[in-house]
């Protein structure tokens, strides 16, 4: 039976982690509105801006631009984007990701296995370790997540298609959908998708489109923009949801911790009535002895 200052221990480590988890549960309350927001924003122009660009594609020559241009078998690796949060204590959040990312690699069958671009320390910690070929790594973006980051990883993604390096670019991260579910998405980013091929279908006839400029030039500066869009709408969903699981993560914390400390000072309490009625048989004892 452990002694009373033991218990005693016990119970004010669990009180300091309990105090611990409330406030990261706060914190990430708090940061969590303005992640929301920021996704809710981003969402209606990304959403549009695909749903116009695969319309162009389909009536859009494949040679006009090299992001169009599909390679051929052989040619090049495929280029798996891993978004991972660069912190722990969220639950099964990084998990369900590096999960996902796994079976997409084991799925895979191009000769020389799938390249890795890592954003986030938790899916650069776990794919090094294992030996994974990365070319690319970005931590410690989620502090003050910006558009230039976004632009960052997308130009190094597009220099890697672009080049040939790169057969196909895909992203895996974890999709926002409400404060308590988050669901891991697997998208395809490079080459840019056709409508007709991913099995999209728009309401109406098929628009007409009179290119002016030319075609050329216009998608040389629209193409690169949808890369970081898309880019930038994963990066801010995979940072809603960090928030979002860390939240309900340290809610349930807080929540077993108060349970532990309630059967903590149950038992507390029975070993401090069994001690003194000992002492009392003690004395007892020694009166009657005597």
Not at 76 to 93: E, H
Not at 153 to 177: K, W
Not at 202 to 216: C, H, I, M, T
């Given at each position: 039976m452990p002694s009373l200052i033991d218990l005693r221990r016990r119970i004010r480590a669990v009180k300091s982690t309990q105090q611990i988890t409330k406030a990261m549960k706060m914190i990430a309350a708090s940061r969590l509105k303005r992640a929301q927001d920021r996704v809710v924003g981003a969402r209606p122009f990304s959403d549009r801006m695909r749903a116009v660009l695969r319309g162009l594609v389909d009536s859009a020559d494949p040679a006009t631009h090299p992001l169009f241009r599909v390679p051929e078998p052989g040619?090049?690796?495929?280029?798996?984007?891993?978004?991972?949060?660069?912190?722990?204590?969220?639950?099964?959040?990084n998990a369900n990701v590096i999960k996902a990312a796994g079976q997409a690699i084991l799925a895979d069958t191009t000769p020389g296995g799938v390249t890795l671009g890592l954003v986030g320390r938790k899916g650069r910690d776990f794919f090094k370790r294992r030996g994974f070929d990365v070319v690319l790594e970005r931590t410690g973006i989620f502090q003050?997540?910006?558009?230039?980051?976004?632009?960052?990883?997308?130009?190094?993604?597009?220099?890697?298609?672009?080049?040939?390096?790169?057969?196909?670019?895909?992203?895996?991260?974890?999709?926002?959908?409400?404060?308590?579910?988050q669901r891991v998405v697997v998208e395809p980013l490079l080459p840019i998708p056709r409508a007709s091929l991913a099995g999209e279908a728009?309401?109406?006839?098929?628009?007409?489109?009179?290119?002016?400029?030319?075609?050329?030039d216009i998608f040389r500066?629209?193409?690169?923009?949808?890369?970081?869009?898309?880019?930038?709408?994963?990066?801010?969903?995979?940072?809603?949801?960090?928030?979002?699981?860390?939240?309900?993560?340290?809610?349930?914390?807080?929540?077993?911790?108060?349970?532990?400390?309630?059967?903590?000072?149950?038992?507390?309490?029975?070993?401090?009535?069994?001690?003194?009625?000992?002492?009392?048989?003690e004395v007892v004892s020694g009166a009657a002895a005597t």
């Open positions: 040619e090049g690796r495929p280029l798996l984007v891993v978004i991972t949060a660069d912190r722990g204590l969220c639950g099964s959040f003050r997540l910006s558009f230039v980051d976004a632009q960052d990883i997308a130009d190094a993604l597009i220099e890697e298609f672009t080049s040939g390096r790169a057969s196909s670019v895909q992203l895996v991260y974890n999709e926002f959908r409400s404060v308590i579910s728009f309401a109406g006839p098929a628009a007409d489109y009179l290119f002016e400029p030319q075609p050329r500066d629209l193409l690169p923009r949808h890369v970081q869009v898309q880019v930038y709408r994963a990066l801010l969903e995979s940072n809603a949801a960090f928030f979002a699981a860390q939240m309900t993560a340290m809610d349930a914390a807080t929540r077993n911790s108060a349970e532990m400390l309630e059967n903590l000072t149950l038992y507390m309490n029975k070993v401090r009535q069994a001690n003194i009625t000992r002492e009392i048989i």
